[in-house]
């Protein structure tokens, strides 16, 4: 069992930068891919990033290549997004996301835990 929670979201304004951590609680989380996944209003969950269990791969969707990063320290049980050059479309809200190694890390159905959310606002 893997409880995820995630922090650090807020109201900035476009081209700032902010920081999301996911703190994990379970002794299993270092065996685990990590993800960060986005939902705007009206939209359906898409695919942010993610890093496999020895932090050695890391996937990003083309709207965030280059602005976000994802990194993880299995010490702390804990998983980063560092978010640069902030723009009006990444609003939404991020979710941490946990499942077991291999298989298709964008979809959604494929992971098996999930944290609660944190809400991201950028305004123009």
């Known amino acids: 069992q893997v409880q995820l929670v995630e922090s650090g ?9 902010l920081r999301l951590s996911c703190a994990a609680s379970g002794r299993t989380f270092s065996s685990y891919t990590m ?3 986005r939902q705007a209003p009206g939209k359906e969950r ?10 050695g791969g890391t996937y990003y969707a083309d ?16 998983v980063y997004l560092q978010m640069n050059s902030l723009k009006p479309e990444d609003t ?8 077991p190694p291999g298989g298709r890390y964008i979809q959604p ?14 305004s123009s």
């Open 46 to 55: 898409e695919f942010v990033a993610a890093i496999t269990w020895s932090g």
């Open 109 to 122: 159905v494929t992971y098996n835990y999930w944290g609660q959310g944190t809400q991201v606002t950028v």
């Open 92 to 99: 939404a809200i991020y979710y941490c996301a946990a499942k």
């Open 35 to 37: 993800s960060w996944f």
């Open 63 to 78: 709207s965030v290549k280059g602005r976000f990063t994802i990194s993880r320290d299995n010490a702390k049980n804990t």
């Open 9 to 17: 979201g807020g109201l900035v304004q476009a081209g700032d930068s």
